[in-house]
């Protein structure tokens, strides 16, 4: 069995990015647990710098570097979400970061990205097109790519957001995951898994464009056209040539779940209106699972909110219900 990343990496990988990142909090959900019977905790990762748990992932793979490779500076691909954290990172230690994206990337997340003074290179309309553009930098300028997801170290970071959560809520019955590329999903359940065999780790996509559920039924990694979603940071494809997560999430997922438009924005308003926190539309999906009766809690459940990194006036609409009437007609 492919088990690439097991608990020790993530405990490594903890001590190594300690005081780099922020253990968040785990709250209960008043609201949730009242409407699914069972307590429902929501761990608070969208409080994570740069507002997303990938700076988990970034931190380590960065901390892992020989300085050889420090010198030479980093490179990848990225929806936003790990372009930001990368950067982050990389500032941090006075390194170079070069972050190559689509053009579906939202602006805010561009902006960011800016602002942390890395290099940015916008190509194609999709994280393959981007790809294209990090293979060309490895290989003429000699930087060292760090992808967001199918990459040991990045796994083990996200992983510690596991080990968190099995120490905050110890009787979990069920973690629900943000899944896209399969870094966070393939740490969690690493983590979970290795301290709580009997926990269940339930992933979660939009439909539109859910390319590790494509895949895990393909039993390969299979290309899928990648759709505008209010889930912005779980588009992508896995990679034809996946080696460490298309596994790891075959063998250490119960299930996955995919969701509509609809149920993502229920879950962006419910965050807002009855947890009071604003999250970004992959941060939503496990609120709206169970808002969408997807996933039947049996016991003490989890819930990963993963990132806020929303465009505030996209946000508004949401909340106001105008949206994802576009992103919905055109499906
Ligand atoms: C990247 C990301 C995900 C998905 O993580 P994968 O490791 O690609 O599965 C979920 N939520 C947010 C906010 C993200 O930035």
Do not use: W
Not at 31 to 45: A, W
Not at 121 to 127: D, E, F, K, Y
Not at 191 to 210: E, F, H, L
């Amino acid at each position: 069995m492919t088990r690439a990343i097991a608990l020790h990496d993530i405990r490594a990988g903890r001590e190594r990015i300690a005081g780099k990142i922020l253990a968040t909090p785990t709250v209960l959900s008043p609201s949730l647990t009242d409407r699914t019977g069972h307590p429902v905790h929501l761990k608070l990762e969208h409080h994570q710098t740069t507002g997303a748990f990938k700076l988990r992932g970034a931190s380590n793979a960065i901390a892992a570097l020989s300085p050889q490779e420090r010198s030479r500076g980093v490179v990848a691909a990225s929806t936003g979400n790990h372009g930001r954290a990368l950067a982050h990172a990389a500032k941090l230690e006075g390194m170079r970061a070069v972050i190559c994206m689509s053009r579906l990337v939202p602006e805010n997340k561009l902006d960011a990205i800016r602002r942390l003074g890395a290099d940015i290179r916008i190509v194609g309309n999709s994280q393959d097109d981007a790809q294209r553009e990090v293979d060309r930098l490895v290989a003429e300028e000699g930087l060292v790519m760090l992808p967001p997801f199918d990459h040991p170290d990045i796994i083990a970071g996200q992983g510690t957001l596991g080990l968190e959560i099995m120490e905050q809520v110890p009787d979990a019955a069920s973690v629900l995951v943000p899944l896209s590329g399969g870094g966070l999903a393939s740490g969690v359940a690493a983590a979970v898994k290795g301290v709580s065999p009997s926990t269940k780790v339930i992933g979660i996509s939009m439909a539109r464009g859910a390319a590790m559920k494509a895949s895990l039924d393909a039993g390969r990694p299979v290309q899928v056209e990648e759709l505008p979603t209010l889930a912005d940071s779980l588009g992508g494809g896995i990679g034809l040539d996946n080696r460490l997560t298309l596994a790891m999430c075959r063998d250490l997922l119960d299930d996955v779940i995919l969701l509509s438009e609809d149920e993502i924005a229920a879950g962006i308003r419910h965050a807002y209106e009855q947890e009071r926190e604003i999250v970004e539309g992959a941060g939503a999906v496990g609120i709206g699972a169970l808002l969408a009766a997807k996933i039947r809690p049996s016991g003490p459940t989890v819930l990963i909110l993963s990132g806020r990194n929303i465009d505030m006036a996209l946000h508004r609409r949401i909340v106001c219900g105008e949206e994802p009437s576009t992103a919905e007609r055109a499906a």
